[in-house]
Protein backbone atom coordinates (compact mmCIF):
# COMPACT_ATOMS: atom_id res chain seq x y z
CA UNK A 1 0.00 0.00 0.00
CA UNK A 2 1.38 3.31 -0.94
CA UNK A 3 0.21 6.67 1.05
CA UNK A 4 -2.10 7.69 -0.86
CA UNK A 5 -3.94 4.18 -0.57
CA UNK A 6 -3.31 4.13 3.22
CA UNK A 7 -4.45 7.89 3.51
CA UNK A 8 -8.03 7.31 1.35
CA UNK A 9 -8.41 4.14 4.05
CA UNK A 10 -8.04 6.78 7.19
CA UNK A 11 -10.45 9.17 5.27
CA UNK A 12 -12.97 5.99 4.80
CA UNK A 13 -12.75 4.59 8.54
CA UNK A 14 -13.28 8.30 9.52
CA UNK A 15 -16.52 8.64 7.76
CA UNK A 16 -18.03 5.51 8.83
CA UNK A 17 -17.03 6.56 12.74
CA UNK A 18 -18.70 9.72 12.04
CA UNK A 19 -21.54 8.28 10.21
CA UNK A 20 -22.38 5.99 13.20
CA UNK A 21 -21.73 8.77 15.73
CA UNK A 22 -24.37 11.01 14.05
CA UNK A 23 -26.53 7.55 13.62
CA UNK A 24 -26.10 7.26 17.32
CA UNK A 25 -26.99 11.01 18.19
CA UNK A 26 -30.46 10.01 16.57
CA UNK A 27 -31.25 6.93 18.18
CA UNK A 28 -30.74 8.16 21.94
CA UNK A 29 -27.57 7.18 22.08
CA UNK A 30 -28.01 3.81 20.24
CA UNK A 31 -26.31 2.65 17.01
CA UNK A 32 -29.09 1.77 14.66
CA UNK A 33 -28.39 -1.94 14.48
CA UNK A 34 -28.94 -2.25 17.77
CA UNK A 35 -32.36 -0.43 17.66
CA UNK A 36 -35.60 -2.92 17.78
CA UNK A 37 -38.21 -0.30 17.78
CA UNK A 38 -38.52 3.56 17.82
CA UNK A 39 -40.86 6.17 18.23
CA UNK A 40 -41.16 10.09 17.41
CA UNK A 41 -41.68 12.51 20.29
CA UNK A 42 -45.04 12.89 18.47
CA UNK A 43 -45.58 9.40 18.46
CA UNK A 44 -45.12 9.14 22.09
CA UNK A 45 -47.24 11.94 22.46
CA UNK A 46 -50.62 10.90 20.62
CA UNK A 47 -53.29 9.22 22.37
CA UNK A 48 -52.79 5.64 23.86
CA UNK A 49 -50.16 3.21 23.59
CA UNK A 50 -48.41 1.81 20.49
CA UNK A 51 -48.50 -2.22 20.87
CA UNK A 52 -45.65 -2.37 18.60
CA UNK A 53 -43.39 -0.81 21.19
CA UNK A 54 -45.11 -3.45 24.07
CA UNK A 55 -44.15 -6.31 21.47
CA UNK A 56 -40.73 -4.87 20.71
CA UNK A 57 -40.23 -4.71 24.96
CA UNK A 58 -41.36 -8.57 25.46
CA UNK A 59 -38.78 -9.98 22.65
CA UNK A 60 -35.72 -12.00 23.80
CA UNK A 61 -33.10 -9.01 22.24
CA UNK A 62 -35.11 -6.25 24.39
CA UNK A 63 -32.79 -5.23 26.77
CA UNK A 64 -33.15 -1.01 27.16
CA UNK A 65 -35.90 1.56 27.23
CA UNK A 66 -34.49 5.05 26.51
CA UNK A 67 -36.73 7.77 26.68
CA UNK A 68 -35.77 11.41 25.93
CA UNK A 69 -36.18 13.32 29.23
CA UNK A 70 -38.34 16.31 27.32
CA UNK A 71 -41.29 14.44 27.10
CA UNK A 72 -44.29 14.96 29.29
CA UNK A 73 -44.65 11.89 32.46
CA UNK A 74 -48.04 11.42 31.78
CA UNK A 75 -47.09 10.48 28.18
CA UNK A 76 -44.11 7.85 29.33
CA UNK A 77 -45.93 6.27 31.94
CA UNK A 78 -47.35 3.38 30.10
CA UNK A 79 -44.14 2.01 28.69
CA UNK A 80 -42.08 2.63 31.77
CA UNK A 81 -44.67 0.67 33.81
CA UNK A 82 -44.79 -2.14 31.09
CA UNK A 83 -40.60 -2.30 31.02
CA UNK A 84 -40.80 -2.60 34.76
CA UNK A 85 -43.09 -5.08 34.72
CA UNK A 86 -41.08 -7.01 31.95
CA UNK A 87 -37.69 -6.41 33.73
CA UNK A 88 -36.10 -4.50 31.24
CA UNK A 89 -33.91 -1.11 32.05
CA UNK A 90 -35.53 2.05 31.28
CA UNK A 91 -33.40 5.84 31.27
CA UNK A 92 -34.88 9.11 30.88
CA UNK A 93 -32.20 10.04 28.28
CA UNK A 94 -31.17 14.35 27.71
CA UNK A 95 -28.54 15.55 25.65
CA UNK A 96 -27.54 18.67 23.15
CA UNK A 97 -25.59 15.93 20.72
CA UNK A 98 -29.28 14.16 20.34
CA UNK A 99 -30.43 15.25 17.16
CA UNK A 100 -33.25 14.24 15.57
CA UNK A 101 -36.91 13.44 16.62
CA UNK A 102 -36.43 10.03 18.31
CA UNK A 103 -38.29 10.45 21.62
CA UNK A 104 -38.35 6.28 22.65
CA UNK A 105 -35.93 3.42 21.49
CA UNK A 106 -36.20 0.00 22.36
CA UNK A 107 -32.75 -1.43 22.26
CA UNK A 108 -30.72 -4.55 22.40
CA UNK A 109 -27.13 -4.66 24.07
CA UNK A 110 -25.76 -5.93 21.24
CA UNK A 111 -25.64 -5.61 17.21
CA UNK A 112 -29.48 -7.54 16.10
CA UNK A 113 -28.61 -10.52 14.23
CA UNK A 114 -31.07 -9.25 10.93
CA UNK A 115 -31.21 -4.98 11.89
CA UNK A 116 -34.48 -3.31 10.82
CA UNK A 117 -33.91 -1.17 8.28
CA UNK A 118 -36.15 1.47 9.30
CA UNK A 119 -36.94 1.01 13.33
CA UNK A 120 -39.23 4.07 13.59
CA UNK A 121 -43.07 2.85 14.30
CA UNK A 122 -45.37 4.28 11.33
CA UNK A 123 -47.64 6.60 13.26
CA UNK A 124 -51.39 5.90 14.06
CA UNK A 125 -52.20 9.06 11.83
CA UNK A 126 -50.07 8.13 9.47
CA UNK A 127 -51.64 4.55 9.53
CA UNK A 128 -55.51 6.10 8.80
CA UNK A 129 -54.37 8.78 6.17
CA UNK A 130 -52.90 5.80 4.12
CA UNK A 131 -56.45 3.82 3.92
CA UNK A 132 -57.99 7.13 3.17
CA UNK A 133 -59.48 8.29 6.30
CA UNK A 134 -59.85 11.73 7.35
CA UNK A 135 -57.95 12.88 10.58
CA UNK A 136 -61.45 12.92 12.65
CA UNK A 137 -61.50 9.29 12.70
CA UNK A 138 -58.42 9.58 14.41
CA UNK A 139 -59.10 12.77 16.38
CA UNK A 140 -62.31 10.84 17.80
CA UNK A 141 -60.63 7.91 19.41
CA UNK A 142 -61.96 6.58 22.74
CA UNK A 143 -65.48 8.78 21.93
CA UNK A 144 -68.89 7.14 20.49
CA UNK A 145 -69.32 6.64 17.17
CA UNK A 146 -72.18 5.92 14.96
CA UNK A 147 -72.39 2.24 13.48
CA UNK A 148 -71.44 3.27 9.71
CA UNK A 149 -67.82 4.79 11.11
CA UNK A 150 -67.74 1.56 13.34
CA UNK A 151 -68.03 -0.28 10.18
CA UNK A 152 -65.59 1.72 8.14
CA UNK A 153 -62.88 1.26 10.88
CA UNK A 154 -63.90 -2.28 11.39
CA UNK A 155 -63.02 -2.73 7.81
CA UNK A 156 -59.94 -0.29 7.14
CA UNK A 157 -58.17 -0.84 10.39
CA UNK A 158 -59.81 -3.62 12.79
CA UNK A 159 -56.71 -3.22 15.53
CA UNK A 160 -58.37 0.08 16.52
CA UNK A 161 -61.89 -1.04 16.69
CA UNK A 162 -61.95 -1.07 20.13
CA UNK A 163 -60.51 2.18 20.66
CA UNK A 164 -64.40 3.56 20.08
CA UNK A 165 -67.63 3.18 21.78
CA UNK A 166 -70.95 2.81 20.17
CA UNK A 167 -73.80 5.21 20.05
CA UNK A 168 -76.69 3.64 22.00
CA UNK A 169 -80.34 4.38 21.44
CA UNK A 170 -80.60 6.12 24.96
CA UNK A 171 -77.37 8.52 23.51
CA UNK A 172 -79.68 9.46 20.48
CA UNK A 173 -82.33 10.11 22.78
CA UNK A 174 -79.91 12.82 25.21
CA UNK A 175 -78.84 14.25 21.61
CA UNK A 176 -75.15 12.49 21.18
CA UNK A 177 -73.96 12.72 17.56
CA UNK A 178 -70.92 11.11 16.18
CA UNK A 179 -68.51 13.67 15.39
CA UNK A 180 -67.13 12.08 12.23
CA UNK A 181 -70.47 12.68 11.02
CA UNK A 182 -70.44 16.23 12.60
CA UNK A 183 -67.05 16.76 10.58
CA UNK A 184 -67.79 15.28 7.49
CA UNK A 185 -71.19 16.17 6.62
CA UNK A 186 -72.93 12.79 7.57
CA UNK A 187 -72.71 9.53 6.46
CA UNK A 188 -69.04 9.49 4.32
CA UNK A 189 -66.59 7.96 4.23
CA UNK A 190 -64.01 10.34 4.25
Known sequence: MNNDDIMKKIEQEKDRAYSKQLEKNIF??????????????????????????????????????????????????DYVAEAEKIGI????????????NIGLVVSADDALENPVENPI?????????????????????????????KNVIHDELPEFESKYRDITLIDRVLGVKCPIDEKLGGKKRG
Open 28 to 77: LGEYKERVIAALTKEEVEEKGVYKEIIQALKTKEAKNLKIARDIEFSKIK
Open 121 to 149: IKSVPERFREKGLADIYYESMGEKICEFH
Open 89 to 100: NYQLVDGLSYSG
